[in-house]
């Protein structure tokens, strides 16, 4: 079943075309992976798809319904969550103080409930506390939960990264570059813990770099370049396709192609 | 955990019995204890700020605007239109309230230092009614004559030290909400807003609506405030809602620590017995408090309760680290094995 369909998705800057006609479908349960040489609006389309851009062409619809445009707080609450390229934390709260902060969305409790300390808000900030431990024990880093996320290794800020967006409790998480700035070994647990989010039900959409990740992890590969797409299909057909061969011809591929 | 809440706690309880003895132990003093209340007012307006500036991070600047409508809301109502202090309070707090929840709508809007510019302009505005409308605000003469509020039982408001713990006991309420809010989902939302407000965003926070929220909270502390305000001076002018005001409340809150639970009220009275002791140098005083506070800003920019705060969790994370350095080697082995 198709979760996510994305039909002639468009982004004009001025006179700039970051993206263009741009089709795509997520099928649920599904790792679905968008590749390109730098600059070719990958982080454009996610930025489109969880609403922090306005398309100026094309629609977005998610589980059946037009989501096109909306606002990034409304997609979070119909299931889509995201991580940053650049790992964004509240670096000043404690790692579980963050995971928390991915429970607001999924929270009712009002200043009323907190200040008279009420039945329902004590039960939802039990319940949250273990959803967010869930999460934390999820991505490997329960640990770690009273250490500040600004003063963890890099590798842990991008699984609280992960364990926050989790904790919003998402069908689709979207994931730019989780591999990005971080070892060779490392990354290799990475694709492990994709794959777990999957075996869970959350259907996964990533931009990634790493070829070698791409090509075992995705069940789907969309291609773009120049903010077009160029292909789109599983990662052998991917591999064998002249366009994107000569789209990373040249660039930094050549190595990348000899660790296949 | 445990250790970081006690310790917080202990130096809360220690706070609360030196407000609570301290009458008594100036009994006599009408001056000081004056001073007291004073400080103890402004310190609720504080929290206010504390709320907008300390959790959610925007920088607003029309708290004296507010402060002001709270006293002039009273203090008209209660001499002009004979209402009851209670009556008058009540419509000072709901007042600054609608207020400041109006003006949220367009602070919804702005950003950063537009925000800023923006209520800095609302409270001077304020402050230009408050002084110039004078058929309704009596102009610069201002009001004079505002009745204590009416006491209950034995409860006799015109005693300085029942006015005294009446402004005490709402200090302790807005000391409590934050407490309350910091520790809930809610504070995390204002945490998150000014921390980052994409990635707050990017976890479903409404930014706007909270912003607002935040702003029509703080206003209402204002307003609460000032409606003390006005029975414990029982004369005002608008003077006492001028610019001036929001940044001597800022001031407050740099002291004492924004975002903390402690912090407006440490700064609030630290600072005003700051003011009390250089008071004899008058409008010069400033060139003795100026150096004083850039100094504070420079080597605790997080006020005298956050310098303790971050004090107490290195001591704390010191303490984890040796405690947790055998447990992690023995895990890492077992891993490796």
Redesign the interface.
Known sequence: MTLLEVRGLGKQFGGLHAVRDVDLDVREGEITAIIGPNGAGKSTVFNLL?G?YRPTAGTVTFKGRDITGK???TT??DGI????QTT??????TVL?NV??????R?R???F???L?TPS?RR??QY?LTKAMEALEFAGIA?YR?DLAGEVPQEVQKRVAIA??LA?EPDLLLLDEPAGGITEDETVGFGDLIRQIVARGITVCLVEHKMSMIMSLADRILVLDHGQTIAFGTPDEIKRDPKVIEAYLGADDAEEEGEE | ?TARISIQHVGMALVAIALVIAPFALAGQDYVLRLLTMAATYAIAVYGFNIILGLTGQLSLAHGGFFGIGIYVVGLLTTDHGWSFWSAFLAAIIVTAVTGFACGVVALRTRQEYFAIFTMAVGFIIFLILSRWESVTHGMSGISGIPFPEGFGIIDFSEPIAMYFLVLLFLAGAA??TY??R???????L??IR??E??A???????GLNKQLAFA?STTFAGVAGGLFAAVQGFVGPSSASVNLTFELLMFILVGGLGTVMGPIVGSFVVTFLFETFQDFQSYRFIVLGPVIIALVIFAPRGIVGYLNAYVARRRAKR?RRQMAPQ?AASETKEVS
């Open positions: 969880s922090f606002k990034p707080y979070v609450r969550a995201r991580t940053f964004n934390l509240f670096e000043d709260s103080d928390l902060s991915g429970r607001i969305v929270s409790s009002t200043v409930g907190a200040v300390q808000f939802e900030e949250n640990h009273d926050v967006a919003t | 955990m409590y909400i309350a809010i520790r809930s989902g809610v504070g995390r939302t945490i998150a921390t980052s994409d990635l965003n990017s976890i479903g926070v409404n930014v909270a984890a992690a």
